[in-house]
């Protein structure tokens, strides 16, 4: 092996280990500080791509949980108010049951008649203010609604609506609905069996669609939570991994420095070759 003052081969490699050891030493504290293997498209090109397109697939999916939380709730308002206004139809069946009784007087049959428009207006009423952010599904408004089901919009959850509205085909009762005799009250007892059976079974089928619709919501979230899963594994670092990692390369290039400067003070033994 040649001496030589003008290439010390020695120190050229262990500065080429050290700058290795460095670059590493750098890549594993930028993990551990960004909790990240794969943090930029440079640390790994396929793994950054697919993992962009679920993270992609994840904020859509929060769009899905809003539609499917005002889909909810819509069906939370109608199904408030129609369990109201079966409670006033049966109100309105004891009205005119009780004034169907022969022996009732005028007067107390016109008190009954009274109430009876009362509750039957606020039918009307109710149906009106069951709203939720513009949308109403018992007044006939809209024949339904769609809650987004996927990702990419693609599919959709049909929100069937119920037009609760007097003298439609499920509250048969006419909008002008009331009795002055004993018979004309009467004759109302069937219309409002028929009514309060109507919209037992309208509640029953919204109570089904609110179903529905909890259940994929409860989907929407397990399936958001696989996706990150997912995404974890793909860029996620193993932190206990890299501390240990860390401590090594530390050591390591201290080391390097120590051999790097035995290495530069190779040169100087040529001056013990002209010392007399």
């Not at 994840?58 to 769009?63: G, K, T, W």
């Not at 008649?113 to 809209?142: H, P, V």
């Amino acid at each position: 092996m040649s001496l030589s003052i003008n290439t010390n081969t020695g120190a050229m490699v262990a500065l080429q280990n050290l700058n290795s050891t460095s670059s590493q030493l750098a890549a594993t504290q930028t993990r551990i500080s960004t909790g990240l293997k794969v943090a930029t498209a440079k640390d790994d090109g396929a793994a950054y791509a697919i993992a962009q397109s679920q993270r992609a697939s994840v904020a859509s999916l929060d769009a899905v949980k809003d539609s499917l939380n005002r889909a909810t709730s819509s069906i939370d308002v109608a199904m408030s108010a129609g369990e109201g206004i079966s409670d006033m139809l049966t109100q309105l069946k004891e009205k005119a049951l009780a004034a169907s009784d022969t022996s009732l007087d005028t007067t107390s049959r016109d008190a009954l008649a009274s109430d009876f428009e009362s509750i039957r207006d606020q039918i009307t009423k109710t149906i009106s203010n069951a709203e939720f952010n513009g949308i109403n599904l018992i007044d006939g408004s809209i024949t339904g609604i769609g809650a987004l089901a996927n990702a990419d919009g693609s599919s959709t959850l049909t929100v069937d609506t119920e037009n609760l509205s007097l003298a439609g085909t499920i509250v048969t009762l006419a909008t002008d609905a009331t009795f002055a005799t004993a018979t004309s009250a009467n004759g109302l007892l069937s219309t409002l069996d028929d009514s309060i059976s109507n919209v037992s079974a309208a509640l029953a089928r919204m109570g089904t669609d609110s179903k529905a619709v909890t259940a994929h919501m409860t989907f929407i979230g397990k399936l958001q939570d696989s996706l990150e899963a997912g995404i974890g594994n793909l860029v996620d670092a193993d932190m206990a991994k890299e501390s240990a990692k860390l401590q090594a390369l530390q050591t390591k290039q201290q080391l390097g420095v120590q051999a790097l400067s035995i290495a530069n003070q190779a040169p100087q033994t040529a001056l013990s070759l002209f010392r007399g």
